[in-house]
């Protein structure tokens, strides 16, 4: 994951000065939901491979995602104003991230014990009708619990990696129909880059002519000639 999110975080200041912000972070979340699907095809009987690639694609999207954000967040802060601003951003990333890994414990345990308790219902003598469970553990004496929590082992590793599948599902439709989408319509309802530059080259002509008119005339601050020029570090 690391060495993705450095493959990115290389290219994400040029790729964020040749497109759109929004953009840039849409296709970041994207990249991360496919990391995420990719993992619901895990299985116990597989290797480290899909995990390295997964890991990968992941940090190639988170790289995408955080670049572009902080570039944004500290474009209109006051200069002196950034240490405080990055002090608080790594608070915040740190208090986020501290209540989503114990959300996410939280709801995983709780998704076990229910495939445990609907796998270990299926663990009984009528499953097996031929084996004579009751006389061959009596038989085994003190070896007999040993073999039942050899088969409460098995039924955790199942059920534990049955959460982890649906989790991971979550993830990936979070990210697809969640944030992706919020990034979408923030990508189609403000105005593009191209409408921006050229407003704001009206308004350099006007000002270049004398005006004494020097009012935006965009619909927000995304038209802003001085928030888009901060942002691409004009």
């Known amino acids: 994951r690391g060495i993705g999110v450095m493959c990115t975080s290389l290219f994400a200041g040029y790729l964020t000065r040749k497109f759109d912000f929004r953009a840039v972070i849409f296709v970041g979340y994207m990249i991360a939901a496919y990391s995420m699907w990719t993992m619901t095809s895990w299985s116990l009987d597989m290797g480290r491979g899909p995990i390295l690639f997964a890991a990968f694609i992941q940090g190639l999207g988170f790289g995408l995602i955080v670049s572009p954000m902080q570039i944004m967040a500290f474009a209109t802060l006051n200069p002196r104003l950034r240490p405080d601003g990055s002090s608080l951003m790594a608070l915040f990333r740190s208090f986020g991230g501290s209540i ?19 796998i270990a219902a299926h ?6 009708p031929t084996f004579d469970w009751s006389g061959t553990l009596d038989r085994m004496g003190p070896l007999g619990s040993g073999a039942m929590e050899m088969i409460n082992g098995e039924v955790n590793r199942q059920a534990l990696m049955i959460a982890l599948m649906t989790f991971t599902a979550l993830f990936a439709d979070m990210a697809i129909n969640g944030l992706g989408r919020i990034s979408w319509e923030f990508l189609t309802s403000f105005p593009s880059r191209r409408a921006a530059d050229a407003e704001d080259r009206r308004v350099a002509e006007r000002d270049r002519i004398g005006s004494a008119d020097h009012t935006f005339v965009g619909a927000g601050p995304l038209s802003s000639g001085v928030w888009l020029n901060r942002l691409r570090g004009t």
């Open 100 to 118: 989503g890994i114990s959300v996410i414990v939280t709801m995983l345990s709780r998704n076990q014990q229910i495939s445990h308790a609907d």
């Open 123 to 128: 663990v009984t003598e009528t499953a097996m």
